[in-house]
């Protein structure tokens, strides 16, 4: 955040459990927590608090697509630039984004939307030009057995020594995967695009699969693939994108020996994928 944003988080302890998996909540609070802090370029407050909400019949029927019940509300409050309401109403929509050409793609809140509604919950924008934005994320209360939910998730498979390159352009993301991978015995290149991505392809250092994101400046994902298959036929190429996993994407664009995530993913899916098609 910096230091000229203070952080204040109220999580009471009687808060309820939510339904929602834990590595997509960890990425869309991230999301949210950057966006807060482009929005405050000279500083401000950002507070992060969760509080147990009921949400009645009248007010779903309202907001359609969410059933009445326990939800554990998640808000992620700015005291920022805050948005207009017409900004407001497209800040879901794939690819709107406010930030200026080359600094957002558009697909943080999209991404998170769909997200919440995949775990049966609801997501509200509240924001005032000038005042700030609030965010809540409403997970819907999770009413299995504690210890149930609670037990550990299959580790992810092992590498074995081989050679990855990630092209990724956002520094976050690309750390988190450098240092997840790594963790998983993995010898990784990084590449911010496709610009210095193109000369390790053309080089002779061993690859043996690429992870690449679609959405890169310059030169996309799939065009970067024609270009180091050119060199590299049998390089096995799994794209990692924001953007829904739909028909869109899987009909032509996928080649032999291609795959994709769809972002956030947890590190022991993007694991198994990596070894699945290391293996075949």
């Known amino acids: 955040m910096g230091e000229h944003i203070e952080l204040k988080c109220s999580l009471p302890a ?15 609070l991230l999301n949210l927590a950057i966006n807060s802090r482009d929005a405050m370029p000279d500083g401000g407050r ?16 309202r907001q359609g697509g ?11 409050s700015d005291t920022g630039s805050g948005m207009p309401g017409d900004v407001v109403a497209k800040a879901i929509d794939p690819f709107f984004t406010t930030k200026p050409v080359g600094e957002g793609t558009g697909l943080g809140l999209s991404t998170i939307y769909g997200f919440v509604k995949q ?3 609801h997501l509200r924008i ?6 700030g934005t609030t965010v809540n ?12 939910a609670e037990k550990p998730k299959d580790a992810a498979p092992l590498g074995q020594g081989e050679t990855l390159l990630v092209v990724e352009d956002d520094a976050t993301v ?14 990784v290149l990084l590449a911010s695009d496709a610009r210095p991505a193109i000369p390790i392809l053309q080089s002779d250092r061993r690859i043996d699969l690429m992870v690449c994101d679609v959405m890169l400046p310059h030169i996309n994902g799939r065009k970067l693939a024609e270009i180091a298959r050119a060199s590299r036929p049998d390089l ?5 994108t924001g953007y829904a996993e739909n028909a869109m994407f899987r009909g032509d664009f996928l080649d032999a020996g291609m795959d994709m995530l769809t972002k956030p993913f947890a590190l022991e899916v993007l694991g198994a994928k990596i070894r699945t098609m290391i293996e075949l």
């Open 14 to 28: 009687d808060t309820w459990r939510a339904f929602t998996d834990a590595n997509q909540l960890e990425s869309a």
């Open 46 to 61: 950002l507070t992060i608090e969760t509080v147990n909400v009921h949400l009645d019949a009248a007010y779903t029927s």
């Open 66 to 76: 969410v059933d009445p019940g326990d939800y554990v509300a998640i808000g992620v």
């Open 119 to 121: 775990t049966g919950g």
């Open 126 to 131: 509240d924001s005032e030009v000038g005042h």
């Open 137 to 148: 994320l409403y997970l819907p209360r999770a009413l299995q057995n504690a210890a149930d």
């Open 174 to 187: 690309r750390m988190i995967l450098c240092d997840g991978l790594e963790e998983l015995g993995y010898k």
């Open 236 to 240: 096995k190429v799994l794209f990692v």
